[in-house]
């Protein structure tokens, strides 16, 4: 297949690699010690970190499959009624879930369940963490992968190798200061790159921004709500927007390692706060921004004849960018692609190391040294990334055939939801049995595997789900057995 890139594109994108290589050396600094490597000292402010949050979770699935939602056939913007459970859920996490992270001098969100219940479940919980973060983040690397492949001509494998290989050398080298600094950065590149598309989007579109909104108002592309109380909608519905959302919000940002990192590395708890209440709003901005490209997209390609031919919805915005962009804007913005794509992957591997290293002692002698945990640490960190890869391969090999962007979030959804039962059982009984802990896990687990793969349930009411189940299940278990004598609480 011949790369529609041109060599100015290229350039441009080594440019961007060259970049975050520069910044992970830079970075990497004040990285020698475990603290200093996983937590970044826990000095860094509220703004770099808000930035790192919403970074992380904006990944290639957020950059070019949301806007598939609205510019598919019958598509439109209630996708956004999801943010407002967002908002909703940080909301929570700030007042119930943050003060919990800091009543210790913790290094990982699992260590407080160990003095809840005790070792055992903490360190089943940060292997649920470990596994289901290895599987939904090699998705939205094969995810890259596939698009990349599509808009180079590169195969899948060379795209995710590249991709792994890069991001796994500046997050092994300058830890978490590099991850939160290029997360910065990355957001700022993904940001100027989709808002110079749509620029050019709608300046290539007939009657321009008033013909596409036109358009979109005429299809049904511009709906926010949907009133619907079914709990099987195939789209969004405001009750499971706001409900589901904010249950699915306050566990993957309040009981998934992944965000919590982050709140580890501030000055205070105050500061952390500052940085998870603004990144609420801040993501509502970008999905408006995603689903209006997608409803301009819907637009351009019904009213522009092209030579080329979409086949996917998540493939609109990316088809568009590699044949209608001009050299140059066109490297950028493939560049910004890959920042979304990094500024998530970098995260994952950073957290994932952290947690192997501190709640399983990876490769760690007794009475480690702090190079010892920072040389494990970055062992760990090149681990994920080869895992990560094998996934991403392994999918594109058997097929996978489901809409990506719901996978991935069902998966966040059934593996944090059961964790933050536990959490809030830990709140609720400050000292309680590792076989509660244990039984609300499992209990969690499997009804979560029945309601995913055995009815039509919706996935944002997955979190909700786990969540309760675990709850329930666990107080039960509480109520008769006796608190574990590792569990220790006070406070």
Known sequence: MTSPLSPVDWLIVAFYFAGVMAVGFFASRGSNSSEGFLLGDRGMSWWMLLFSIVATETSTVT?????????????????????????????????????QYYAGSFFTAYEVLQQRFGGSVRKLSSAIFLVMRTLADGLRLLLTGLLIEWATGLSLTTCVVLIAASTTLYSAVGGVRSVVLNDFLQFIAYMIGAVAALFVLLSLSPGGAAGAWEFAASTGRLRVLDFSASLTSPTITLMAGVIGGAALSMASHGADHLMVQRYLCARSQRQASIALGLSGPLVALQFAL???????????????????????????????????????????????????????LSSSLNASAGVLVKDWGFLLPNDPTHSQTVLAARWATALFAVLQSMVAI??????????????????????????????????????????????????????????????????????????????????????????????????
């Open 63 to 99: 950059f070019l499959s949301l806007p598939g939602e609205a510019y598919k056939t019958g598509g439109n913007m209630t996708f956004l009624q999801l943010t407002l459970g967002y908002i909703l859920g940080r909301m929570i996490v700030i007042w119930v879930l943050l003060p």
């Open 290 to 344: 995603f689903l209006v490209i997608g409803a301009a997209l819907a637009y351009f390609y019904e009213a522009t004849p092209v030579a080329y031919t979409i086949d996917r919805s998540d493939r609109a915005f990316i088809g568009f960018i590699v044949h209608e962009l001009s050299p140059g804007l066109r490297g950028a913005v493939v560049a910004a692609v890959l920042a979304a794509s990094m500024s998530t």
């Open 394 to 491: 392994a999918a594109f090999r058997v097929a996978v055939g489901a809409s990506i962007i719901n996978g991935v979030l069902a998966i966040a959804a059934f593996s944090t939801g059961i964790l933050l039962g536990l959490f809030l059982l830990g709140i609720v009984r400050q000292r309680s049995s590792e076989t509660a802990g244990i039984a609300g896990l499992a209990a969690g687990g499997a009804v979560c595997s029945w309601v995913a793969f055995g009815t039509s349930v919706s996935w944002p009411w997955l979190s909700l789900i786990g969540s309760a189940t675990t709850f329930v299940v666990g107080y039960a278990f509480a109520a008769v057995v006796p608190p574990s004598e590792e569990a220790a609480w006070e406070g």
